[in-house]
């Protein structure tokens, strides 16, 4: 099975910090996906990566970096956090090959309350 | 531009009562669809999909056909359980492997 883990599962931080979220697959998979989830909204797209080094913004870039140095990990970046970052954040990878046919696998999530 | 439309929610039915959730899409294309589940404190996971016109996906009970005249793919069960409560997402695939997700179906069965 394929297994994607989220580095924290609750996080705090204080308005202004920079904010680190890591997701790691341990598939192969050369998809990988940052969304946030809220109530209301959906799943909202922030970046997406095909390959290692390679990143596409999504449908809400703003505020936010990615990183994708190793194949397994991709991260995200919160260069100075805000309140209206506060969310659940949701990682997910696919498989390339035929991608419009593939699921997508989710980590458990990471609630992010920004104070 | 890519949209896809789900029964709003939250639904709540008695355990054994039949289940209907409403999706339409607007894309280009054939896209592939699904739909996923998210159990509370989880991620989402996949429950069916269907990758063609007329396709019908189906587990656990839940079914769905994917209707291409209508652009919908309706998800289905005839008898609902209490741990079938949960939030439901409709989604489809786009060439370049990107999903566009629905705003979430939540349902509650009570016993």
């Known amino acids: 099975d394929v297994k994607v883990t989220q580095s924290s599962r609750y996080l705090v931080k204080r308005t202004g910090e920079k904010v680190f979220l890591e997701c790691v697959q341990d598939m192969d998979h050369e998809n990988m996906f940052w969304y946030r989830q809220d109530p209301g909204l959906g799943l909202r797209l922030i970046y997406f990566s095909y390959d290692v080094k390679m990143k596409e913004k999504g449908d809400i870039p703003e505020g936010y970096s990615v990183s994708r140095e190793k194949k397994e990990r991709f991260s995200l970046i919160l260069e100075s956090a805000s309140t209206n970052q506060t969310s659940m954040y949701l990682c997910?990878?696919?498989?390339?090959?035929?991608?419009?046919?593939?699921?997508?696998?989710f980590g458990p999530g990471t609630r992010l309350t920004v104070l | 531009g890519n949209s896809v439309t789900q029964m709003e929610g939250p639904v709540t039915l008695s355990e054994e009562a039949f289940l209907t959730i409403n999706c339409t899409y607007t894309a280009t294309g054939y896209p592939s669809l699904f739909w996923y589940v998210q159990y509370p404190g989880e991620g989402l996971q996949l429950l069916l999909k269907?990758?063609?016109?007329?396709d019908k996906g189906s587990n656990k009970g839940f079914e769905a056909t994917y209707r291409k005249e209508t652009t919908s793919f309706h998800l289905e069960k005839g008898s609902v359980q209490v741990s079938d409560s949960a939030v439901y997402f409709c989604?489809?695939?786009?060439?370049?492997?990107?999903?566009?997700f629905g705003d979430g179906t939540t349902l509650t069965v009570k016993p």
């Open positions: 997910a990878t696919s498989v390339r090959s035929g991608s419009s046919y593939n699921e997508q696998f």
């Open positions: 269907a990758t063609k016109a007329d």
């Open positions: 989604a489809f695939n786009t060439n370049a492997g990107k999903s566009t």
